[in-house]
Structures are given as structure tokens and as C-alpha cells.
């Protein structure tokens, strides 16, 4: 089956098979969904441009025909006046249907990801909190056995680099979007206990996996990200690199279309961690792709 998230950042395709729960091929364009959407409480006009093209490009690379498709977008498109027709667009010139989720079912997709994941890699997937950092939101996803307490909350790389223009002021906002992550987290950890694992899943996370790595955007590996822990040192090694660069550089070693935004995306880590109460976080590339298709697979059984 072929999986599609049309995040506010980033668009992801994957092909995966559903016999052997694998993947076949995975593709991503950096398609900035929520580009300018806090000023004009719209997707431009460029924006679903590039996200029709990019689903145009990603069927010259995987073949759809046959295939149970299952395409979802997320926070820019929740936020969106002119989602509807978004979605139609796509639908006319792509010949893809796009369901926008809400942030709980966000939030499932994810940890079934995670979930997944971390069997894989041979560690305890019953209890763990979970954020995913996108481009318009962030989630907070607390999992304990079957139980899953979620909240979605309304920043994410994309629209805080485009609201606050420098480092400081960044971190303003942050701390500001973070008085409800401190409520929300100290209501799960009195109702549910703190659990011993943190993960991230996004775009900012894996880069900066991928810089600890030794990695730049074109030899990013996902199979070597999954289950890489950072810590403050790395992260603080990492946001010293990225701001030293040019955005040509930058843009060599995030992609072009995230120079811009990195700085911002890798401050929310750093702030989430020190408000979790984690001194190290865990990596995961599978994120609410590969969620949505584990979960189809489950259902087309």
C-alpha cells in the first residue's frame, strides 16, 4: 500500500508492504505547506503547487497503480480557510483524495509508528512519551500499555520562524507556546507516572541525528537514524554549526526549503527536553507515514 503525509513542512510517500510489514520505497519533498499561513490564514497558491508537483514527481518513482492508497494532511490544512479547495485541487490535478486529520488521530499515527519502530529495535515500546515536532504543530503523546493521552498544540517550525525573526525572540515564543505543554505534562505525569523513554519524531530531530551522524541531506539514511539518542551536548553542537553557516551550507546539510527553519525547530527540541525533564532523547525517522501505513495494513487484513 502507498502511504502520503502532506505535512505543513515536509510531503512523505511511502510504499510498504503489507505482508511482511517492510518498507519498499520511500520519497520526500520539502513542500512548506504552511508557508505565510499565520499572515494569511491561507495555502498560497505556490504552496499547492509544490505540493501537486510533488506527488506528480513521487509517481514517476513509485508505481500507485494496484496499490491501496491512503493520503493525510495535517496541522497547516486543520488551520487552512481555503483547505477544501486544497484538497479538490490536489484531487483534480493528482488524482489523489487527502483526508485532514485532527491532532488526536495525528497523535495515533504516530505512536503506532513508534510503537513499531522500537520493537524493531528490540527495546520497550509499552510506555514512552512522544513528541512529534512539525512544521505547524506539535504533539505530545503519552502511551502506557494501551492507554494514550495526546494533545496537539499550535506551534511548529514552520509558523514560529516565521512569527519570531531572531534567536532570542524565537525563544520567547517558545516559552510562551510552553506554559500549555507544562500544564498538559504535569496533569499525565500525576495521572500516569513519568515514563523512562522520550522520543522525537519530525524533521528536526532526524537532522539533527543525521549532523551527528557525519550526515548531509543527500546521504541521510533513515534505517541509521532510527534509535540514535541525543542529548543537550548534541543539540547545542548542532544549533552552534547550523548558525556559523551560510544558508547555502545550511541548506546543504537540511535541505533546501528547512535552512530557514532549523534553528527554530532545533530551540522547541531543546526547550521540550528541559520541560519533559529528559536529559536524552531517542530518534525515531518513522513518524505519521509510516503510522498511517501500518494501520491500513492492519485494516485491509
Given amino acids: 500500500m502507498i502511504a502520503i503525509d502532506i505535512g505543513s513542512n515536509s510531503l512523505r510517500v511511502l510504499k510498504f508492504d503489507c505482508e511482511n510489514f ?5 520519497f520526500e519533498k520539502i513542500v512548506r505547506t504552511a508557508d505565510n499561513l499565520e499572515k494569511t490564514k491561507v495555502i498560497s497558491n505556490e504552496a499547492i503547487q509544490r505540493i501537486i ?22 496541522a497547516a490544512f486543520r488551520k487552512a480557510l481555503n483547505a477544501k479547495e486544497v484538497v479538490d485541487e ?7 483524495k487527502v483526508d485532514i486529520i485532527d491532532g488526536e488521530t495525528e497523535s495515533f499515527y504516530s505512536a503506532s509508528a513508534v510503537e513499531h519502530r522500537l520493537k524493531k529495535l528490540g527495546l520497550d515500546s509499552k510506555r ?14 503519552f502511551k502506557k500499555n494501551s492507554d494514550l493521552v495526546a494533545q496537539s498544540f499550535d506551534f511548529g517550525i514552520v509558523t514560529i520562524a516565521q512569527k519570531y ?9 517558545i516559552k510562551k507556546h510552553l506554559e500549555d505543554v507544562k500544564i498538559f505534562l504535569k496533569d499525565v505525569y500525576e495521572l500516569m507516572g513519568k515514563p523512562k523513554r522520550f522520543i522525537a519524531t519530525g ?3 532526524t537532522t539533527i541525528a543525521a549532523i551527528k551522524l557525519g550526515m548531509d541531506y543527500e546521504s541521510y539514511d533513515s534505517d541509521k537514524i532510527n534509535g540514535v539518542v541525543l542529548f543537550p551536548i548534541d543539540l547545542d553542537s548542532a544549533l552552534k554549526k547550523l548558525l556559523l553557516m551560510s544558508a547555502k551550507e545550511r541548506a546543504k546539510i537540511v535541505g533546501v526549503g528547512r535552512e530557514d527553519l532549523i534553528i527554530a525547530g532545533v530551540l522547541i527540541l531543546k526547550e521540550l527536553m528541559k520541560t519533559a525533564g529528559f536529559d536524552e532523547v531517542l530518534v ?18
Avoid: Q
Fill in 22 to 26: 517492510k518498507k519498499v520505497f520511500e
Fill in 53 to 74: 508537483d510533488a506527488i506528480n514527481e513521487a509517481k514517476t518513482k513509485i508505481d500507485f497503480s494496484n496499490e491501496s492508497i491512503k493520503a493525510v494532511a495535517t
Fill in 90 to 96: 490536489i484531487k483534480e490535478k493528482t488524482g489523489i
Fill in 128 to 141: 514512552f512519551l512522544l513528541t512529534d515536532i512539525g512544521g505547524g504543530s506539535t504533539e505530545l503523546i
Fill in 165 to 173: 525573526k531572531t534567536e532570542e525572540k524565537i525563544l520567547y515564543g
Fill in 203 to 205: 524533521g528536526t530531530p
Fill in 284 to 301: 525515531s525517522d518513522d513518524g505519521v507515514r509510516e503510522g498511517v501505513a501500518i494501520e491500513e495494513c492492519k485494516r485491509l487484513r
